[in-house]
Structures are given as C-alpha cells and as structure tokens.
C-alpha cells in the first residue's frame, strides 16, 4: 500500500493535539510535584499543601492514561470517553481500512495501527493499574482495621485518665487511632499512660481525634496505594512521606486549638526519647511523621499564608483538575 494514500484529517490533528496537551500535563504533575516536595510553605498551610498534592497526583494520573488513550484513537473529535464507546468498530481488514465513524484515512500503514493499539492497551493497561491499587489498599487497610477491632474488643478496656479512648496493657509507649465510618477508636498502651502526664495525654487524645474527625486516612489512602504499588519509586516515597507529614501537621494544628503548645511538645519529645511501638496497619500514629520538624514548628511557629495565597493555591489546584478533565472530555 504506497504511502502516498495517508491522509491526516483535522480531527487527527486535534487528536494529536490532544495528546500533546495531556502529555504536558503528565510532566507538569511530575515536576511540580518534584518541587513541591522540596518546598517549605506547605509547613505553613498544610491543608492547601495537601489540596495540591491530591490534585497534581490526580491529574497527572488522568492526563498520563489519557496521552495513551489519545494516541491510540484515531481522531479525538468525538472525546476520548466517548470514543471508547466505539472500540468495537475497529477492526484491520485487508487494506487497514478503519469505519467511516471515525472521519478518518481510507488506509493506514500497519506500523500505526500497531503503534496505536499498543497505546491504547498501554492506557487501559494504566487506568487499570492505578484502579487496582486503590482498590487494594482499601481493602487490606479495612481488613487490618476489622482484625484490631477484633483484637481489642479482646485485649483492650477503658481507663478513667482517657475517657473515651481504649487501653491496651502493653510496656511500650503506642498512641493511634482506627478511623472507620462508624467505629472510630483511640487506643493507647499502659506505656503512654505512665509516660504522659495528663496535659500531654489530652493534647495527644485531641490530636489522634483530629484524624478521624477529618478523615485523614482518605487523604493517605491513595498515596499509600501508589507507594505499595511502586516501592521503588523515589517519587511515590517523597510523595507518601511529604503528605504524612502534612496530616500530622494539620492535626497538631487542630490539636492545638484551645490548648497551649508545650503540651503537645511535651508529649511529642516524650515519644521521641522513650521510643513508640509502631502503628498498625490501617491506623494513624501521633508519632509518625518527621518528629523533629513537628516539634521545630510547634516551637517555632510561622505565620500561616495568607488569606490570597491560600485562596490562589486552592484555585489553582481546582484548575488544575479541571483542564485535565476538559482534554478529556471535549
């Protein structure tokens, strides 16, 4: 077949255009997300930190699954989503001829055809993937969850120093909750309750409540998803550790409303010293994180961004999404 015949349509172009723009996107995401992991203001507003971590990991996601998509569809004048819709209807005859309803060449060249089909099994190769992890992560953090329930209704009791929380008769100072959407617990060792006086026991108490209160596990859910997913990736291990790091630090803010400070220091440089047993799986740890930055800025604090900054990072992040989801939908 003489290549004399290859035709490029507008709607190809629009579709490579497409794909460009997307693909864009996909290494924006990764550089801004580079940078941001080495980034100070975060420290300042945490919640519009982790806002813009969710977004560039959203949208670098999509932008990446849609680059491929795009690529292997001849023509994205329809939308990619609803160009799926059509994957049926190609099909390679004798010539490569591919159905009218895509406006496109009358013959195509073997080698495109294939490169398109590896694209297109690459992004639903890749949504798949990324699908599958989440859904992974979710169960084996509900099932750890669902067995240290089951171990505490066994193992654990109530103290009168901590109503509200469970106890455990465990040596080594522990401090952690097991959010859920009914069942929302807040345990501590024997080891925390001698350790602690009873100032630092209600900041530790209000901070591990400021995690389930907002949900901090879904925040970490898909970072921690990604990281199982990649263990290798220096990326996903900076992205994972920097957003933990922001989750505490939002709940020592809440933690701190209506409570002085060195509480909270004092109990975080208690568990420093004396070593804390590490956290369940599915569970949050008042002693996660980076401890020493946790008790700088506490010692330290630093003036919030402003009202505009924080409104322009939001706004930016929504954005951000936004145009992702429009390349892939018009």
């Known amino acids: 077949m003489p290549w004399k015949y290859l035709k490029v349509t507008a709607e190809e172009m629009k579709g490579l255009a497409d794909a460009a723009l997307l693909a864009a996107v996909a290494m924006g995401s990764v550089l801004g997300a580079s940078a941001l992991a080495q980034a100070s203001w975060p420290r300042r507003s945490p919640a519009a930190g982790i806002l813009l971590w969710q977004a560039l990991g959203l949208a670098g996601g999509l932008a990446a699954v849609g680059t491929l998509v795009s690529l ?16 049926g209807a190609i099909f390679p005859g004798a010539a490569f001829r591919f159905p009218v309803a895509f406006g496109v060449v009358d013959a195509l060249p073997a080698m495109l055809l294939v490169f398109r089909l590896i694209c297109l099994a690459a992004g639903m190769f890749l949504l798949a993937s990324l699908c599958w992890v989440l859904i992974a992560a979710s169960a084996a953090a509900l099932h750890a969850r669902r067995r240290q329930r089951v171990l505490l209704a066994l193992l654990a009791h109530g103290d009168p120093k901590v109503p509200g929380a469970l106890v455990v008769d465990y040596p080594t100072a ?3 909750c097991l959010p859920g959407l009914r069942s929302r617990i807040v345990v501590l060792s024997v080891g925390t309750l001698e350790l ?18 907002e949900r901090h596990d879904l925040v970490l859910l898909p970072f921690t998803a990604l990281r199982r997913a990649f263990p290798r990736s220096l ?38 010293t004396a070593g804390t047993c590490a956290a369940p799986a599915g569970a949050l740890a008042a002693g ?12 330290l604090p630093v003036r919030p961004l402003p009202a505009a900054a924080s409104t322009a990072i939001c706004l930016a992040a929504a954005l951000l999404v936004a145009a ?5 939908i018009i």
């Open 72 to 87: 292997g569809l001849p023509g994205n004048h329809l939308g990619v989503a609803r160009s799926l819709l059509h994957l």
């Open 174 to 176: 522990a401090a952690y």
């Open 196 to 213: 602690l006086g009873r100032g630092e026991l209600a900041a530790v108490l209000a901070h591990e409540r400021a995690h389930l209160r």
């Open 235 to 272: 990326m996903c291990a900076d992205a994972h550790g920097a957003v933990a790091l922001l989750v505490e630090m939002l709940a020592d803010d809440r933690a701190l409303r209506g409570r002085p400070a060195r509480e909270l220091v004092s109990a975080l440089v208690r568990f420093g």
């Open 288 to 299: 996660e994180g980076d401890m020493a930055a946790r008790v700088v800025r506490l010692l």
């Open 324 to 328: 992702t989801v429009t390349l892939l």
